[in-house]
């Protein structure tokens, strides 16, 4: 199984402030025949079924705020909330699909300082 | 519109099967990419996916759960239907049904297997 490995597991950030979630894949999850990361970003708020934020390591899905931004390559990535605002407390959580197997990281929490 | 509702039980018994139902709409699982995926959560803790069957019918499974999940498409009622044997007090946990896409190019289709549409997902206890 690639494991996933998030970073940190909590941040507390200040309301306008950046915060940075790090996600590890114990291998690479890079398809160099098309150049593209098997990697997904998910936000879960209390209560609720995640949602889909991120695919392919860096593309927003429709209607996420542009104040989310995702990047990274190969077995190292980030997650990026520019101006974090009231209701971007949540847990959030990466996941690979590179493999058969797919996995998910163990979430980060990100709450208001 | 696209929408997944789970039901099944919300109590089984130790050792006992558990049987989930993932009916959706708003999609078809015919149509070339698609998938339809099981994934759990227990109280407190991360997402932990189990399986995941495509439109062409293939199936995968957690390696670490394979030999306990079934997992089986009914098309013509939309729905998804997962078996869990043998289950434990650690099963716990809410189960969640989840839809991803593909693409097909030059008739060959090919499925991008991450989450963009979830249910609300079903809390399943496991206790005597």
């Known amino acids: 199984d690639i494991v996933m490995t998030q970073s940190p597991d909590s941040l507390a950030v200040s309301l306008g402030e950046r915060a940075t979630i790090n996600c590890k894949s114990s291998?690479?999850?890079?398809?160099?025949?098309?150049?593209?990361?098997?990697l997904a970003w998910y936000q879960q708020k209390p209560g609720q079924p995640p949602k889909l934020l991120i695919n392919?390591?860096?593309t927003r899905e429709s209607g996420v705020p542009d104040r989310f931004s995702a990047g990274g390559s190969g077995t190292d990535f980030t997650l990026t909330i520019s101006s974090l605002q009231p209701e971007d407390v949540a847990v959030y959580y990466c996941?690979?699909?590179?493999?058969?197997?797919?996995?998910f990281g163990g979430g980060t929490k990100v709450e208001i300082k | 519109q696209i929408t997944l509702k789970e039901s099944g039980p919300t109590l089984v018994k130790p050792t006992q099967t558990l049987t989930l139902t993932c009916t959706f709409s708003?999609?078809?699982?015919?149509?070339?990419?698609?998938?339809v995926g099981w994934i759990r959560q227990s109280p407190g803790k991360a997402l932990e996916w189990l399986a995941l069957?495509?439109?062409?019918?293939?199936?995968r499974y957690s390696p670490s759960l394979k030999s306990r999940l079934t997992i089986t498409q009914d098309t013509s009622k939309k729905q998804v239907v997962l078996t869990m044997t043998n289950m434990d007090p650690v099963d716990t946990a809410t189960y969640y049904c989840?839809?991803?896409?593909?693409?097909?190019?030059?008739?060959?289709?090919?499925?991008?297997?991450?989450?963009?549409?979830w249910g609300q997902g079903t809390l399943v206890t496991v206790s005597s």
């Open positions: 989840a839809h991803s896409v593909g693409y097909c190019v030059r008739g060959n289709c090919y499925a991008d297997p991450y989450f963009q549409d």
């Open positions: 708003g999609f078809s699982l015919t149509a070339g990419g698609a998938g």
């Open positions: 069957i495509f439109w062409d019918d293939d199936k």
């Open positions: 291998q690479s999850l890079l398809y160099t025949p098309n150049n593209r990361n098997y």
């Open positions: 392919w390591a860096s």
């Open positions: 996941q690979q699909y590179y493999s058969r197997a797919l996995t």
